[in-house]
């Protein structure tokens, strides 16, 4: 596609479930991070992956997150769990290699009641 | 810690004049600078990016980089209603081995009024 594409665009869960967001990078572009932006802040980094490898995981703020690329295309952010404090907007973005500028995607409202 | 600090305004500007947006990080072996546009409710938008000392121009936007400073600027000339939005400084730390993300600040939001 033409640019980032995330789904869904908005999530709401109850606290105590799983949730899986989905992030189709640019085509052709080998890095992918995900990051989590609160309300009024800017993103803060999450992780990334480099084709199928999961080069940095640094940011995940606990073990109740997960994310894999496994075809070094597609990737999934999940959330076990889920608590209030993970209610945020998720954004994916994509790079041709990780020296070049990141792409974004419209990201994920993700609400937790 | 790596930090990267915004002021987080409002700034508002008359339709037509110069907006200044400001950014300073703490860390001197940092690489790479960006400025992302981000409407509310939408993703960060791709502005500028500058990599060296000096001024990069683009249309209506110049980034400015004084890395001895450690301060990184973006100039809109001719602002108009349509840059009304959140313009986010993001830089890339030089950490080594396979650190690719970026660190953003938090924003300033920019208000250009008609």
């Known amino acids: ?113 | 810690q790596k930090e990267v600090e915004q002021n987080s305004g409002p700034l508002s500007v008359p339709e037509g004049a110069i907006a200044s947006l400001n950014c300073t990080y703490s860390d001197r072996g940092s690489q790479s600078f960006f400025w992302y546009r981000q409407y509310s409710g939408k993703s960060p938008e791709l502005i500028m990016f500058i990599y060296s000392n000096g001024d990069k121009e683009d249309g209506r936007f110049t980034a400015q980089l004084n890395k001895a400073s450690q301060y990184v600027s973006l100039l809109i000339r001719d602002s108009q209603p349509s840059d009304s939005a959140t313009y986010l400084c993001a830089v890339k730390f030089w950490a080594g081995g396979s650190a690719r993300q970026l660190t953003f600040g938090s924003g300033t939001q920019l208000t250009v009024l008609p």
């Open chain 1, 1 to 113: 596609g033409a640019g980032v594409s995330q789904s869904p665009r908005y999530k709401v869960a109850k606290r105590g479930q799983d949730v899986a967001l989905r992030c189709d990078p640019i085509s052709g572009h080998v890095s992918l991070f995900w990051y989590q932006q609160a309300l009024g802040q800017g993103p803060e980094f999450l992780t990334y992956f480099q084709n199928e490898a999961q080069l940095d995981k640094s940011g995940l703020p606990s073990d109740r997150f997960f994310a894999e690329r496994p075809e070094g295309s597609v990737s999934t952010l999940k959330i076990q769990r889920t608590q209030q404090e993970d209610s945020a907007v998720y954004l994916c973005a994509s790079s041709a290699d990780g020296n070049q500028p990141q792409h974004f995607g419209d990201g994920t409202r993700l609400s937790i009641l």
